[in-house]
């Protein structure tokens, strides 16, 4: 299948510092990668729908200054958390989806990779 | 936007015992539905997905069904091992650009 890879793995900072993680699709365009967040045995909370060329879609309640996307090209996007704070910490985490293919006349949606996630934690 | 509910958020069978989870979705328009298992500490992978044209797939001791008309679809799991244990999450998409996921469920297989 599609490799979607996340960097860094896990990463520590100092509070009130920036943190930037990349999610990269190693062997298909993306025009549109998606970032979740997701806190211990919980579920995949959707923060953001990152769109290649244009601004990200921000989910209701995630503020958009605080956590930058940027999708440059169709195989790399970035989230920045800025001024992390303590609360900040967390597994956050990107996918990616192939392009749409035709098949007998229909267009078929394909899966979602997942990155490999980033445990972010504030001190 | 598409809204998916998903349960139970925990279910503990014993081994040999069959699992089943459901999902629900509120946009008819939704034409793909995966699910994803997520062991501890690793990426979500998929496991089976279900196309709107369809009503059931099985794959060995997987198989999901899904019912358009009460927009509902399942996820059951026989003859369960303890290496099923895991989060499983469903998921719904209508376009390439947007897919929704239930809240998950944790899954426990005794021995």
């Known amino acids: 299948g599609a490799v979607v890879s996340q960097h860094p793995s896990w990463v520590i900072c100092k509070s009130g510092t920036s943190v930037k993680i990349e999610c990269r699709s190693l062997d298909f365009q993306a025009t549109t990668m998606f970032w979740y967040r997701q806190f211990p045995k919980q579920s995949l909370m959707l923060m953001a729908t990152s769109n290649e060329g244009s601004k990200a879609t921000y989910e209701q309640g995630v503020e958009k200054d605080k956590f930058l996307i940027n999708h440059a090209s169709l195989t790399l996007s970035t989230l920045t958390v800025t001024s992390a704070h303590p609360e900040d910490s967390s597994f956050y985490i990107c996918?990616?989806?192939?392009?749409?293919?035709?098949?007998?006349?229909?267009?078929?949606?394909?899966?979602?990779?997942f990155g490999q996630g980033t445990r972010l934690t504030v001190v | 936007g598409e809204n998916v509910e998903q349960h139970p958020s925990t279910l503990s069978v014993q081994e040999g015992d069959s699992a089943v989870i459901k999902c629900t979705y509120s946009?008819?328009?939704?034409?793909?539905f995966p699910w994803y298992k997520q062991e501890l500490g690793k990426r979500p992978q998929l496991i089976i997905d279900i196309r709107s044209n369809v009503g059931e797939k099985k794959d060995q001791r997987i198989a999901v069904t899904l019912n358009k008309t009460a927009k509902h679809f399942s996820l059951h799991i026989t003859e369960t091992q303890p290496e099923d244990s895991a989060v499983y999450f469903c998921?719904?998409?209508?376009?390439?650009?947007?897919?929704?996921f239930g809240a998950g469920t944790r899954l426990t297989v005794k021995p």
């Open positions: 998921a719904a998409s209508r376009r390439n650009n947007d897919m929704r």
């Open positions: 946009d008819s328009a939704s034409n793909y």
């Open positions: 996918s990616a989806r192939p392009p749409p293919v035709a098949t007998g006349g229909r267009i078929m949606n394909t899966e979602a990779f």
